[in-house]
């Protein structure tokens, strides 16, 4: 076991990759110089220029050549930078990589990782901080994975790389300096596994990405007053882990979601709707559901705070849910 | 075509062939399409069959393709088996994509053929990773991409083109320009001097050609090849033809003249090499010949295709994607 942060868990997990597999490859925007986080840091002189590739500021082809060079043999990571910089690249992902392998009739697959760091960080407003995991999830053919953990980074993005159809891979930008603990040798992280980072059993939170701290650190609060709150970090969003989510909230008959994307239409909405389709007898509470409201991310912290989920929301929506159903 | 009477008539013989089997595939598509037998929405080539001919004639087998909507002549060129398209046009089982995909998304990767595409310039940046893969993977195979002249004004081209000569990669592109841009005329939409003009401001050399003109556009794209394939990089070849029926099968395309179209019936492409073969010595009964035999050829294709069984519904969720169920919460 080493400490180390999940940036480097990130770096860690490529480097592994690559080695373990000639066919696996990286192109973006400045890998050449460790990409504009680091997480490529010395990469190229490992490696070499022509498997950490150093790309034009063309997101449609940098999306679309992996998605053809994929189809030729080889394993691309795709850097975009931004999870914002994504969706100048979104046909090549929608239309073109995630759909290949069914239209063509399964003569083919598209095995590449689409790497977008996405969340809020520190005033990089509208452009700079957003979390669409949600539009990732609602297609088909997409692998949709959002890890919160230096270990998580590492046994994921491993898994993600060795998957054979497209990886939507979404790290958190406020995440990069986290430090964790990290096993040494081969880590690997199933994909559509959760992890129930905390036991417990007066509610059940489910979240995932950077939310998992801020769910963490509410339930240590509020179990000083009493309530034990289990966390589940689903980690891989599709396939969701419903087998998890639906066995703890039978234990617990209550269910927040917790997510740091706009609420309305948020993949939360996905996972209230399956619990209260499979499991409305059993529950004793309505289910709730914190994320952001529909705003655009500020630059002043002041107006950037608004669209945050903070420790005391996540708190105050727990006690609303375990308080005693007032009689009628 | 003052050379007719040199013709390699092996060869444009046997291109000869390729065209009319071409045209005689789209129109026994086109008449299938008004029985209700081709499901969706088919574009027809009518008209350009010497560019998808005259390019791919000069493709070898593990060469790549990449192709457009208007894509069964490329398709058919790159060496598909007509039964197994006519079977995706009319959606059915044997389909070259089990019926999935349809006209707009035929593809074969046993031939090379790596996709027609429902989104026009989408397949520039898949033709240049497929190049890139290729190179990075040192094989000798090139890939051919093939768009049409609207596609020019997207994106996509820009940094397509830009990649690939940044990365020096082994792609022929292909602007297939048939006047039209779905029902407007592509040059009332574009700037400047067009595809070839664009291409060379990146540093990609261009040539022009009479896209209409098979053995021109053989004897370029066969240079363009042998450049690429000594590791020059890019090419690109404008072909400059013409659309003969609409959009689609279905657009009258009442917006253009008549004797526009008419005029442009007597430069046939098929017609033309024909003349050429004719000239250099092949008989008239052969040349008619080979138009009859392409058309009892896609006949009994489409008699056969029409007879075939549907797709097992349960294909519908197969080929989705490894991890997950697709009937998840849909029922
Ligand atoms: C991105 C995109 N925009 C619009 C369309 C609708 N559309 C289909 S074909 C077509 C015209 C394309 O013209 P061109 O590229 O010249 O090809 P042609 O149809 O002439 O072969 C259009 C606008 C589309 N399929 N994709």
Same mark, same amino acid.
């Given at each position: 076991?080493?400490?180390?942060t !999940?940036?480097?868990?990130?770096?860690?997990?490529?480097?592994?990759?690559?080695?373990?597999?000639?066919?696996?490859?990286?192109?973006?925007?400045?890998?050449?110089?460790?990409?504009?986080?680091?997480? !490529?840091?010395?990469?190229?002189?490992?490696?070499?220029?022509?498997?950490?590739?150093?790309?034009?500021?063309?997101?449609?082809?940098?999306?679309?050549?992996?998605v053809?060079?994929?189809? @030729?043999?080889?394993?691309p990571?795709?850097?975009?930078?931004?999870?914002?910089?994504?969706?100048?690249?979104?046909?090549?992902? %929608?239309?073109?990589?995630?759909?290949?392998?069914?239209?063509?009739?399964?003569?083919?697959?598209?095995?590449? %990782?689409?790497?977008?760091?996405?969340?809020?960080?520190?005033?990089?407003?509208?452009?700079?901080?957003?979390?669409?995991?949600?539009?990732?999830?609602?297609?088909?053919?997409l692998?949709?994975?959002?890890?919160? @953990?230096?270990?998580?980074?590492?046994?994921?993005?491993?898994?993600?790389?060795?998957n054979?159809?497209?990886?939507? !891979?979404?790290?958190?930008?406020?995440?990069?300096?986290?430090e964790?603990?990290?096993?040494?040798?081969?880590?690997?992280?199933?994909?559509?596994?959760?992890?129930?980072?905390?036991?417990?059993?007066?509610? @059940?939170?489910?979240?995932?990405?950077?939310?998992?701290?801020?769910?963490l650190?509410?339930a240590?609060?509020?179990?000083?007053?009493?309530?034990?709150?289990?966390?589940?970090?689903?980690r @891989?969003?599709?396939?969701?882990?419903?087998?998890?989510?639906?066995?703890?909230v039978?234990r617990?008959?209550?269910?927040?979601?917790?997510?740091?994307?706009?609420?309305?239409?948020?993949?939360?909405?996905?996972?209230?709707?399956? %619990?209260?389709?499979?499991?409305?007898?059993?529950?004793?509470?309505?289910?709730?559901?914190?994320?952001?409201?529909?705003?655009?991310?500020?630059?002043?912290?002041?107006?950037?705070?608004?669209?945050?989920v903070?420790?005391?929301a996540?708190?105050?929506?727990?006690?609303?849910?375990?308080?005693?159903?007032?009689?009628? | 075509?003052?050379?007719?009477?040199?013709?390699?008539?092996?060869?444009?013989?046997?291109?000869?062939?390729?065209?009319?089997?071409?045209?005689?595939?789209?129109?026994?598509?086109?008449?299938?399409?008004?029985?209700g037998?081709?499901?969706g929405?088919?574009?027809?080539?009518?008209g350009?069959? *010497?560019?998808?001919?005259?390019?791919?004639?000069?493709?070898?087998s593990?060469? +790549?393709? =990449?192709?457009?909507?208007?894509?069964?002549?490329?398709? =058919?060129?790159?060496? *598909?088996?007509?039964?197994?398209?006519?079977?995706? +046009?009319?959606?059915?089982?044997? $389909?070259?994509?089990?019926?999935?995909?349809?006209?707009?998304?035929?593809?074969?990767?046993g031939?090379?053929? +790596?996709?027609?595409?429902g989104?026009?310039?989408?397949?520039?940046? #898949?033709?240049?990773?497929?190049?890139?893969?290729?190179? +990075?993977?040192?094989?000798?195979?090139?890939?051919?991409? #093939?768009?049409?002249? $609207? *596609?020019?004004?997207?994106?996509?081209?820009?940094?397509?083109?830009?990649?690939?000569?940044?990365?020096?990669?082994?792609? =022929?592109?292909?602007?297939?320009?048939?006047?039209?841009?779905?029902?407007?005329?592509?040059?009332?939409?574009?700037?400047g001097?067009?595809?070839?003009?664009?291409?060379?401001?990146?540093?990609?050399?261009?040539?022009?050609?009479?896209?209409?003109?098979? =053995?021109?556009?053989?004897?370029?794209?066969?240079?363009?090849?042998?450049?690429?394939?000594?590791g020059?990089?890019?090419?690109?070849?404008?072909?400059?033809?013409?659309?003969?029926?609409?959009?689609?099968?279905?657009d009258?395309?009442?917006?253009?003249?008549?004797?526009?179209?008419?005029?442009?019936?007597?430069?046939?492409?098929?017609?033309?090499?024909?003349?050429?073969?004719?000239?250099?010595?092949?008989?008239?009964?052969?040349?008619?010949?080979?138009?009859?035999?392409?058309?009892?050829?896609?006949?009994?294709?489409?008699?056969?295709?029409?007879?075939?069984?549907?797709?097992?519904p349960?294909?519908?969720?197969?080929?989705?994607?490894?991890? $997950?169920?697709?009937?998840?919460?849909?029922?």
């Amino acid at each position: 076991m080493a400490t180390d942060t !999940y940036l480097n868990a990130g770096r860690r997990a490529v480097i592994e990759e690559m080695q373990r597999d000639r066919a696996v490859w990286a192109l973006g925007e400045d890998l050449g110089r460790g990409g504009v986080f680091g997480q !490529y840091r010395d990469l190229q002189g490992m490696f070499g220029a022509d498997r950490i590739a150093d790309t034009p500021i063309s997101e449609a082809c940098i999306m679309g050549a992996a998605v053809g060079a994929a189809m @030729t043999g080889t394993r691309p990571i795709v850097e975009m930078r931004f999870s914002d910089f994504a969706l100048c690249a979104i046909d090549e992902l %929608v239309n073109q990589a995630a759909k290949a392998r069914f239209m063509f009739g399964g003569q083919m697959r598209v095995p590449m %990782v689409v790497r977008e760091p996405i969340g809020m960080w520190r005033s990089s407003a509208a452009q700079h901080s957003q979390s669409l995991e949600s539009w990732y999830t609602h297609i088909p053919g997409l692998v949709v994975v959002a890890p919160a @953990t230096p270990a998580d980074n590492l046994g994921l993005l491993k898994s993600a790389i060795r998957n054979d159809d497209p990886v939507v !891979y979404l790290e958190h930008k406020n995440l990069w300096g986290l430090e964790g603990e990290l096993p040494d040798g081969e880590h690997l992280v199933p994909l559509g596994k959760a992890d129930i980072a905390r036991h417990g059993d007066a509610v @059940t939170i489910v979240t995932w990405s950077g939310m998992r701290h801020a769910c963490l650190r509410a339930a240590e609060a509020l179990a000083t007053a009493g309530i034990e709150a289990e966390v589940i970090d689903l980690r @891989t969003l599709w396939p969701w882990d419903r087998e998890t989510v639906f066995n703890s909230v039978r234990r617990t008959g209550r269910l927040l979601v917790v997510q740091e994307a706009v609420s309305v239409s948020g993949f939360g909405a996905e996972i209230a709707a399956s %619990v209260a389709e499979a499991l409305h007898h059993e529950l004793k509470a309505p289910i709730r559901r914190l994320g952001a409201p529909r705003i655009p991310v500020a630059y002043a912290p002041a107006l950037e705070d608004r669209a945050r989920v903070g420790d005391a929301a996540i708190i105050d929506a727990v006690r609303g849910l375990v308080a005693p159903c007032p009689a009628n | 075509m003052d050379n007719a009477h040199n013709l390699d008539r092996k060869r444009f013989g046997a291109v000869f062939a390729l065209m009319h089997r071409i045209r005689a595939f789209e129109e026994a598509a086109i008449a299938a399409q008004k029985e209700g037998l081709v499901l969706g929405a088919i574009h027809p080539s009518i008209g350009q069959e *010497a560019v998808a001919a005259g390019v791919c004639c000069n493709l070898q087998s593990a060469d +790549l393709l =990449l192709s457009t909507h208007r894509g069964h002549g490329h398709t =058919l060129a790159k060496g *598909a088996d007509p039964l197994a398209m006519m079977r995706e +046009l009319f959606g059915r089982a044997g $389909g070259t994509c089990g019926g999935k995909g349809g006209s707009m998304h035929i593809a074969d990767f046993g031939v090379g053929m +790596l996709g027609a595409n429902g989104v026009v310039g989408a397949n520039i940046p #898949i033709a240049t990773g497929a190049a890139h893969g290729l190179k +990075l993977q040192g094989s000798k195979q090139i890939v051919a991409c #093939i768009f049409g002249d $609207g *596609a020019i004004n997207r994106g996509p081209f820009l940094e397509g083109l830009n990649w690939a000569r940044v990365f020096d990669l082994p792609v =022929l592109f292909v602007c297939e320009d048939n006047g039209f841009s779905a029902t407007t005329r592509t040059r009332d939409m574009t700037a400047g001097a067009g595809a070839a003009a664009r291409a060379q401001s990146l540093g990609i050399p261009a040539v022009e050609v009479d896209g209409n003109d098979v =053995l021109a556009v053989d004897a370029a794209t066969r240079t363009a090849i042998d450049d690429i394939r000594a590791g020059k990089g890019p090419v690109l070849l404008h072909c400059r033809t013409y659309r003969i029926t609409g959009h689609t099968a279905v657009d009258p395309a009442l917006y253009r003249p008549a004797d526009e179209v008419e005029a442009q019936r007597g430069n046939c492409p098929i017609a033309r090499l024909g003349a050429a073969l004719a000239m250099a010595g092949m008989e008239p009964d052969a040349l008619a010949a080979t138009a009859q035999q392409a058309v009892e050829e896609m006949t009994a294709i489409a008699a056969k295709a029409r007879d075939t069984d549907w797709p097992d519904p349960m294909a519908a969720f197969s080929d989705v994607q490894d991890m $997950g169920d697709p009937r998840e919460r849909a029922f």
